[in-house]
C-alpha cells in the first residue's frame, strides 16, 4: 500500500517533468521529497495574508478526504510544514521566525536542504506546531522572511517558493507532516493579490458666470482664464499636499469658454480627495474669492452675474470631493450721477466696455485713459428709445480739474481722434463732460473716448468711487432722463 501510494505520488509530482528518468539513488524526485501518505486531514487555506515586512501568514484547516478512514485522515497530528524553496534562499545567518496563533513558534523555522532531495531541493522547515484534530483547525501560523547580518536573503514569496509546473512566482507548495512523518498533505498557497488598482477621482474646479440680471454679460478670456487657473492650480496643489493627498494628474486649466473655467485634475483614489473633504468649502470660498473680491468686493463687470465656484469629483458611486460656494454680485450705491435719471445698464441701447485702455497722451506730460463703447439690447422702459448718443460724464475730482487736458474722441467711422476740451459741472458736482458728442448707434458702437491726463496726476485720484483705479461714467441721451452709468476699471 505504501510503495503503492508512493509511486503514485512520485508519478503525479514528475508529471510533465523527466526526472525521473534518472533519479538519484535513493532519493525523491519531487516535492516534498520523501516517503509518506499524500492524503491526509490537514491542509492550509489556499490564501496567504501578507502583513508586510516579509510576513505572511497561512490559516491551517482541517478538511478529511470525503470516506478516508486511513490513519493520516482520522489519528495523524500536525507537527511541521515545509515549503519547497529556491536553493538560492539557503544562505548561511538567515533569520527567519513564525508565530502560531501569535505567539513565538517553540523554534524558528529553518532553511535547510531536503536530505532525501536532489541536488539542490531545499525547504523551509516550521516544526514543533503541536498542532492536531481538534485544535489545529483555524490556527494561524506567520512565517516571516528575514536576511542574515549582510542583508542576504529571500524576503518575498516570490523570491522564496519555487512553484509547482505551471504557476506564476510567489506560489508556494507546502506539505503538512505529521510527528511520524508518514502523512504529508500537500497543500498549493496563493501569494495574496495585489490590492486592486485604487479608481482616481478625477476633479474639476469649476468657475462659471451665469449673467442672471446684466444686459451686458460678461465673459471670461484667455489671460484671465489662466490667471485664475495658475492662482487656483497653485493653491490647490499647496493644499493638497498639505493634507498628504495624492495627486495622479495634475490640475490644469481644461476649458476657458465665455462663462466656464475648468480646472481639472485627479486625485489616486477616493481616499486621497477624501483627505481634502475638510478644507474643500474653503478652498472654493477662495477661490470665489479670487474672481468676486478683487476690489474687496464684486468688480462692477460682474454686476447681475452670479458666480459659481464648485469643485466637484466625477464619483459614479464613489465619494469624491464636492463644495460648492456662489456670490450674486449686484451694483454698489454711490453718489453719482448728482442728477436725477435712470442710471439701469440697458436703459438706453449703449453701454461701456469693462476695461479701459492706455495710451501716450497729446503731450509728452499726459496720458490718455480710454473708454470704448458699444450697443446692446435695451431692457423695456421709458429710455428704451432713446438712440441719441448726447455726451459722456465723468465722475471725476474737481480739485485736479486743470489736469484733465482734454478729451480725445473717435466715433466709429472716423480715423483720426478729435479732441475736445473738457468741461466740469457745477462746483461740488465732481462732473467732468466729453460734449457734446450727438453720435447715433452706428458712430458710437466701438466709439472711443479718452481722457487726456497729466502723466504726474494717478488716475486713482482724479477719477472717485470705490474702486481702485477705476472710473464711473454715465451716458446720456439729450433729454438727460436717460444716463446708464457703469464702472471702468482696468483689466484683471
Ligand atoms: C516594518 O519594519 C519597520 C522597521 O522594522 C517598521 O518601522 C515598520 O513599522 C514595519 N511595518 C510593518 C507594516 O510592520
Ligand atoms: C463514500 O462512500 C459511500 C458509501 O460507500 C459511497 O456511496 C460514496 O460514493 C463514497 N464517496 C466518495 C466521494 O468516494
Ligand atoms: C490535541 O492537543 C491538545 C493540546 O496538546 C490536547 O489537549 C488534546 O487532547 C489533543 N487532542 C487530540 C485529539 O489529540
Ligand atoms: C493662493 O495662491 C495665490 C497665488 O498663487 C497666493 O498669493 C495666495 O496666498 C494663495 N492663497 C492661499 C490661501 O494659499
Ligand atoms: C492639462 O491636462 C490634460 C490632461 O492631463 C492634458 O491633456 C493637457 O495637455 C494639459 N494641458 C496643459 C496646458 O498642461
Ligand atoms: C465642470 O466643467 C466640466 C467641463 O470642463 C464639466 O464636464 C463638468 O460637468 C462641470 N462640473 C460641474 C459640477 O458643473
Ligand atoms: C442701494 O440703494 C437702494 C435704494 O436706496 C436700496 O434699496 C439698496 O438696498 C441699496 N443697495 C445696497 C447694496 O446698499
Ligand atoms: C419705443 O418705440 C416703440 C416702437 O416705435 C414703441 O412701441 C414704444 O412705445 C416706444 N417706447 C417708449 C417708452 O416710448
Ligand atoms: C488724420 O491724421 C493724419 C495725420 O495727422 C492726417 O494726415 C489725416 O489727414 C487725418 N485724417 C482725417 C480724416 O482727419
Ligand atoms: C445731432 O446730429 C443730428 C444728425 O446727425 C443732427 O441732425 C442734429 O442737428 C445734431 N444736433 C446737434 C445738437 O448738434
Sequence with gaps: MRV?????????????????????????ASFPYCECDPIGAYKLNEHIISKGNGTYCFTVKV?????????????????????????????????????LNGAATAINPNVEIA??????????????????????????????????????????????????????????????FSSNTDCCPSSVVNPPPPPPPPAPCFTCIN???NAVNSPVPFSFYPALCKQYADSVVANFTQAAAAAGAIITVPFNLTTCNDDLVSICGAFASEADSQLLAGVAED??????????????TCPPYLDGHNVIVSITGDADSRTCLDAIKSLSCSRANVSFPKCICDTKPGATPYAALPFYTTQPGRLKTTT??????????????????????SK?????????????????????????????????????DETVKATPLNWSIDQATGSEICMDIDTSIALDDFCLGPFTNGCYLTIFDPTRKCCPMFAIVDRP
Excluded: H, M
Excluded at 508512493?6 to 528518468?21: D, I, K, Y
Excluded at 506567520?142 to 523570491?159: P, Q, S, V
Design 4 to 28: 503503492a501510494t508512493l509511486l503514485s505520488v512520485a508519478l503525479l509530482a514528475t508529471f510533465g517533468q523527466v526526472l525521473w528518468a534518472a533519479p538519484p539513488t535513493g532519493q525523491f
Design 392 to 428: 459722456v460724464e465723468f465722475w471725476g475730482n474737481e480739485a485736479l480739474r486743470r489736469n484733465i487736458r482734454g478729451f480725445a474722441i473717435k466715433p466709429n467711422g472716423a480715423t483720426n481722434y478729435t479732441i475736445i476740451s473738457a468741461s466740469w459741472g457745477a462746483k461740488g
Design 283 to 296: 478652498l472654493a470660498a477662495q477661490f470665489l474669492d479670487l474672481v468676486t473680491g478683487r476690489f474687496g
Design 207 to 209: 468657475i462659471s458666470l
Design 368 to 389: 490718455q485713459y480710454c473708454f470704448k463703447f458699444t450697443s446692446i439690447p435695451t431692457v423695456d422702459g421709458a429710455c428704451e428709445n432713446a438712440t441719441i448718443f
Design 115 to 176: 536530505p532525501q532531495g536532489p541536488t539542490g531541493a531545499t525547504i523551509v522547515k516550521i516544526t514543533q506546531l503541536g498542532l492536531n484534530l481538534s485544535n489545529a483547525d483555524g490556527a494561524e501560523i506567520c512565517l516571516t522572511l528575514g536576511t542574515n547580518r549582510g542583508g542576504k536573503g529571500c524576503t518575498t514569496l516570490e523570491d522564496l517558493c519555487v512553484p509547482p509546473a505551471g504557476a506564476p512566482p510567489g506560489v508556494c507548495s507546502a506539505a503538512l
Design 63 to 99: 478538511d478529511v478526504p470525503a470516506n478516508c478512514t486511513s490513519y493520516c485522515c482520522t489519528q495523524a497530528d500536525l507537527r511541521k510544514i515545509e515549503f519547497n524553496v529556491n536553493q538560492k534562499c539557503d544562505i548561511p545567518g538567515v533569520v527567519l521566525t513564525a508565530t
